[in-house]
Every structure is written in C-alpha cells, then in structure tokens.
C-alpha cells in the first residue's frame, strides 16, 4: 500500500495527477494522485533513496 520505511522526498508531476514518492525502503513509487492509489514500484535501488 505504500512505503515500509522512512518517506524521504515527495515530488508533484506539474499536470496534478501524479506524485512520486521515495524512501528508505530503498523505493521510488509512483502515485495516482486523484486516485490515492501507487500505479508503480521501482525497486532496483541497493542503498536508501533520500531525495528526487
């Protein structure tokens, strides 16, 4: 449902409808903003991810 650990940086798509996440989860997830709802994951990180 979302992150496992620590959010890090938020980052609003200039349209409105996307937000992505990251995290100490060591994730990039990206959000349906009007939907509340994660569209995708990106897991390929070996280290926390602390800003976009």
């Known amino acids: 449902v979302g992150h496992d650990n620590w959010v890090r940086g938020v980052l609003f798509h200039p349209g409105g409808r996307f937000v992505v996440s990251c ?3 060591k994730t990039l997830r990206i959000w349906d ?3 509340k709802r994660c569209m995708k994951t990106l897991s390929a990180h070996e280290h926390f991810v602390t800003s976009l």
């Open 23 to 25: 995290a100490d989860d």
């Open 33 to 35: 903003y009007k939907n």
